[in-house]
């Protein structure tokens, strides 16, 4: 079967540091991608990793594990627009979704 | 216009009704599909038109028949709904579907349906 974990929830406070991970079980895989959800908006790429290792943009991060079917997003400076939720999907022919987690700033 | 859009943007709709969710997209994509998003649940596949060709349908009801008459439009005809079917519907585009260059995915803003 195919299976995409991450946290429901998450919450860190302005200016901090938080990693949400992502682990998965799927019968192939292409590349594990990470999309920016606003409330009531459209989803928003943020980065894509198909080789291990750290792919850094800006104050945000992603890492791949392959081997051990692990990914994180590291989010640096918090700011109050993060507010947001973040999708974990695998590309497996098609893309393959986790049900997010939401992720509240606190001041 | 630009990007991925999608009307309506809320829709509130009798069980015994009949209507339709439009998606255009202003990229140049060959590739349109059709997401369900409800609650704390992963986006969930509906259909893949990739030139204008159905090339997935995940299992979804009859009640919901997808028509892209070319590459740059897709609706979503819904009659005889049911109120699980109260959700977020997304509409995406990505350049061509299956491949290394649909990794990428664009997506509008979705249309709220309510079934009551």
């Known amino acids: 079967g195919q299976n995409i974990d991450q946290p429901t929830e998450m919450t860190a406070t302005e200016g901090a540091i938080v990693q949400i991970n992502c682990t998965y079980q799927t019968s192939g895989f292409n590349g594990l991608f990470w999309y920016q959800q606003h409330a009531g908006e459209a989803p928003t790429f943020l980065s894509y990793?198909?080789l291990d290792g750290l792919e850094e943009k800006g104050r945000f991060s992603s890492f791949l594990s392959r081997s051990k079917g692990y990914s994180y997003l590291l989010l640096k400076e918090l700011q109050m627009k993060d507010s947001a939720s973040y999708l974990c999907a695998v590309f497996n022919y098609q893309l393959i979704w986790g049900a997010g987690t939401k992720l509240i700033i606190k001041p | 216009e630009t990007g991925v859009t999608q009307t309506p943007r809320h829709l509130v709709m009798g069980m015994t009704n009949k209507k339709s969710l439009k998606c255009e997209q202003h990229l140049g994509h060959n590739a349109m599909y059709w997401y369900k998003q409800s609650a704390k649940k992963p986006l969930e596949l509906m259909f893949v038109y990739n030139f204008k060709e159905q090339t997935e349908n995940n299992s979804v009801p009859s009640r919901f028949s997808p028509e892209c008459p070319n590459s740059s439009h897709l609706f979503l005809h819904l009659h005889t709904l049911q109120p699980e079917d109260s959700a977020l519907y997304l509409c995406a585009s990505s350049p061509v579907a299956g491949t290394s260059e649909s990794y990428e995915q664009y997506f509008g803003p979705g249309t709220r349906l309510t079934v009551t």
């Open positions: 990793n198909v």
